[in-house]
């Protein structure tokens, strides 16, 4: 079973910065595509940024150019820095991941969310 932690949430003014990262447990399975989404209150989840295990990224428009996502394959983790945030931005903030159990074919492939952690941005 993959679990998934995330920290770095909080309350920041707008203008600032906050960093997200995501750990997904070890085991025997490989990491595949690796993102962020977000969910405000009232709204549907929707994307945020997206990397694939080959480092491949986008974003989603409203983000691009503050947003930065990276992962650490070593360290089984993603990140999300935000800069230049807004207020437009608050949400609660998950890591999805991709897996796929050593030995399976991709039609075997699942995805896991973390437990969302709250970026508030004040005006």
């Known amino acids: 079973q993959v679990q998934l932690v995330e920290s770095g949430g909080g309350l920041v003014q707008a203008g600032g910065s906050l960093n997200l990262s995501c750990t997904a447990s070890?085991?025997?399975?490989?990491?595949?595509?690796m993102g962020w989404y977000r969910q405000a209150p009232g709204k549907q989840r929707e994307l945020v940024a997206i990397?694939?295990?080959?480092?491949?990224?986008n974003y989603a428009a409203s983000v691009k150019g503050r947003f930065t996502i990276s992962r650490d394959n070593a360290k089984t983790t993603i990140y999300l820095r935000m800069n230049s945030l807004e207020p437009e931005d608050t949400a609660v903030y998950y890591c999805?991941?991709?897996?796929?159990?050593?030995?399976?074919?991709?039609?075997?492939?699942?995805?896991?969310w973390g437990q969302g952690t709250q970026v508030t941005v004040s005006s």
């Open positions: 990397i694939t295990s080959g480092g491949t990224t």
């Open positions: 999805r991941v991709w897996t796929l159990e050593l030995g399976k074919p991709p039609s075997y492939e699942s995805d896991h």
């Open positions: 070890r085991g025997s399975f490989s990491l595949n595509d």
